[in-house]
């Protein structure tokens, strides 16, 4: 199985800043790779698909980048309800492994 | 706008078996490219694929779990089910159910994406 990491593991952060998440896989999986949000109780949330591209309805503050084994979601201007956890998953072999999970709180 | 809700039983014993239904609505399992997955959270742990079924009757399950877990899909009634056998401690979690969008790459073969999930529903496995 394709193993995830994401770091750092939890990020402190205010209203307005800019945060850089990154995952990391443990073998080529070309730009498979796919953000979710998750908050307490709720549904997870379908952010970015394909490293970059914005599921509809995203605000386009965040962001996506990188291909192969090293990839980064970029959340430009925090907004409060952006305090939340956030997860990669690769699609690019079965099982379609995720990573562990970010945490971002508020500083 | 595209919903889905997960039920069955809180508290399931050792050996026993957990029925999971994930009811939906938003879309229809007749359409071609739709598909219904269950993912499960270990408290404290990664999110973990368990399974897929698609319109068209296809299955995808990790080969990784040995619970014989047959996902089943009841059309009319916009719902699937999900069994695991005889469940043990490291099957208590959240398990989600999600739709699952049927996608294609050349590279890859075929692969589900989640696109909208439910909230979850907490399963402890204890005696």
């Known amino acids: 199985d394709i193993h995830m990491t994401q770091s750092p593991s939890s990020l402190s952060a205010s209203v307005g800043d800019r945060i850089t998440i990154t995952c990391r896989t443990s073998?080529?999986?070309?730009?498979?790779l796919n953000w979710y949000q998750q908050k307490p109780g709720k549904a997870p949330k379908f952010l970015i698909y394909?490293?970059?591209d914005l599921q509809s309805g995203v605000p386009s503050r965040f962001s996506g980048s990188g291909s192969g084994t090293d990839f980064t979601l970029t959340i430009n201007s925090l907004q409060p309800e952006d305090f939340a956890t956030y997860f990669c998953?690769?699609?690019?072999?079965?099982?379609?492994?995720f990573g562990p999970g970010t945490i971002l709180d508020i500083k | 706008q595209i919903t889905l809700k997960e039920s069955g039983p809180t508290l399931v014993k050792p050996t026993q078996t957990l029925t999971l239904t994930c009811s939906f609505s938003?879309?229809?399992?007749?359409?071609?490219?739709?598909?219904v997955g269950w993912i499960r959270q270990p408290p404290g742990k990664a999110l973990e694929c368990l399974a897929v079924?698609?319109?068209?009757?296809?299955?995808w399950y990790n080969p990784s779990l040995m619970n014989g877990l047959p996902i089943t899909k009841d059309t009319s009634r916009n719902r699937v089910v999900l069994t695991m056998t005889n469940v043990n401690s490291v099957d208590t979690a959240t398990y989600f159910c999600?739709?699952?969008?049927?996608?294609?790459?050349?590279?890859?073969?075929?692969?589900?994406?989640?696109?909208?999930w439910g909230q979850g529903f907490l399963v402890t496995v204890s005696s």
């Open positions: 394909a490293a970059s």
């Open positions: 073998q080529n999986i070309n730009r498979f």
């Open positions: 998953q690769q699609t690019y072999s079965s099982p379609f492994t």
């Open positions: 079924i698609y319109w068209n009757d296809e299955t």
């Open positions: 938003g879309f229809s399992l007749r359409t071609t490219g739709a598909g």
């Open positions: 999600a739709h699952a969008r049927r996608d294609f790459d050349v590279l890859t073969g075929f692969y589900p994406t989640f696109d909208s």
